[in-house]
């Protein structure tokens, strides 16, 4: 499950592998306990059921629980990576740690913002599957962009990412703001572009924005609710919001797509200018505690980035991919994407939404 062989480039430039170097575990490091941690702990993530899931299963029991009291700092990457950047100079910053994608990551790390991880204060970061280790960010998740539809108006599951611009489908088709990046990877898959060269991406949202006259939701949530009052039929989002939705009695399902699935990892970086690094170790340890992580992700259906966790295999089968689905794995390439993220959100902005 979700082994180095299965995702050979998840976390590589086109050449170049990025989250190995400087981020070997050693044996030793079990044996070395985390340092005591106390205080106030400012963190930032996503908000909605992504913050209820953290608190439930991981801050609550395993962290504040240990005298630490969290703060929550509520908003999404783009507000997170501007306060960050904010306080780049300040002699100390405000957030001990906040919540990203790997791409995210990978893009402040360039900015010389995030702290290298210190692997001896975080002892169950040896479980933590090869190809997801990085030298600044530490994995708790991992999923993939998948098709989305309501099988009450659509019998057959979509298989490709080309049945977005279905005519079928106009004024039905759901796109999610919030995942603005994704939909552009997925027009230039299907525009002749790929994941390191989305330039033709562009011309096929226009042609969507034209001909299928989409509904754009800012959050998941509001997508999630789209597709309840069946005001969409189809959309894109990760395979396990799909699972969860069904699973809380929405009328959708999930469809991988034959161009494979564009891959997500979400977890954490420490800035450099953290006031209580200390604490924030603890919470990054907290996260890959193998019950905890479970619950984390049977609740959310995401797959897990360590491979101890405790999950029931049924839950296993449903949110894993098959040998043959991570072949066709459709891997971010960070630095491409980091050099040119600002240009395409203003490009979708201005372009798609304006």
Same mark, same amino acid.
């Given at each position: 499950m979700f082994e180095k062989s299965n995702f050979p480039n998840l976390f590589a430039t086109r050449r170049? &592998?990025?989250f190995g170097a400087g981020a070997s575990l050693g044996l030793s490091m079990l044996a070395r306990p985390v340092a005591a941690q106390s205080g106030e702990l400012v963190i930032a993530n996503w908000g909605g059921d992504w913050n209820? #899931?953290?608190? #439930?299963?991981i801050e609550t029991p395993l962290v504040e629980s240990k005298g630490v009291k969290i703060v929550r700092a509520l908003n999404l990457e783009p507000e997170r990576k501007t306060k960050l950047l904010a306080e780049r100079n300040l002699p100390r910053g405000t957030l001990s740690l906040a919540q990203f994608t790997a791409g995210d990551a990978h893009e402040l790390n360039e900015q010389g913002i995030v702290e290298p991880i210190d692997y001896s204060k975080i002892p169950n970061a040896v479980n933590i599957r090869p190809s997801l280790r990085s030298p600044y960010f530490v994995p708790f998740i991992v /999923?993939?962009? @998948?098709?989305a539809y309501n099988p009450k108006y659509i019998k057959s599951p979509p298989t490709s990412f080309a049945e977005l611009w279905n005519p079928e489908y106009a004024g039905k088709l759901g796109v999610l703001d919030q995942s603005f990046f994704n939909w552009i990877y997925m027009a230039a898959i299907v525009g002749g572009g790929g994941?390191?060269?989305?330039?033709? /991406?562009? $011309?096929?949202?226009?042609e969507m924005k034209q001909k299928m006259k989409p509904r754009i939701y800012p959050t998941h949530q509001h997508l999630a609710a789209g597709f309840a009052n069946e005001e969409i039929w189809i959309s894109a989002n990760y395979s396990a919001r799909i699972h969860q939705w069904e699973k809380d009695g929405v009328s959708v399902r999930a469809s991988f797509p034959?161009? /494979?699935? &564009? @891959?997500?990892?979400? /977890?954490? *970086? *420490?800035?450099?200018?953290?006031?209580?690094k200390d604490a924030a170790y603890l919470y990054l340890n907290s996260f890959l505690d193998p019950k905890g992580l479970g619950q984390f992700c049977e609740a959310s259906m995401y797959a897990p980035a360590i491979t101890n966790v405790i999950i029931p295999d049924a839950v296993k089968a449903k949110i894993d991919f098959t040998p043959e689905q991570s072949a066709r794995l459709q891997n971010v390439d960070y630095?491409?994407? $980091?050099?040119?993220?600002a240009n395409w959100l203003e490009r979708w902005n201005k372009e798609f939404k304006g």
């Open positions: 170049k &592998v990025v209820d #899931r953290c608190m #439930r299963f /999923g993939g962009l @998948t098709l994941m390191s060269n989305v330039d033709p /991406g562009f $011309a096929k949202l226009l034959k161009e /494979g699935a &564009v @891959t997500v990892v979400f /977890g954490a *970086i *420490i800035p450099k200018k953290a006031p209580n630095a491409y994407q $980091a050099k040119n993220m």
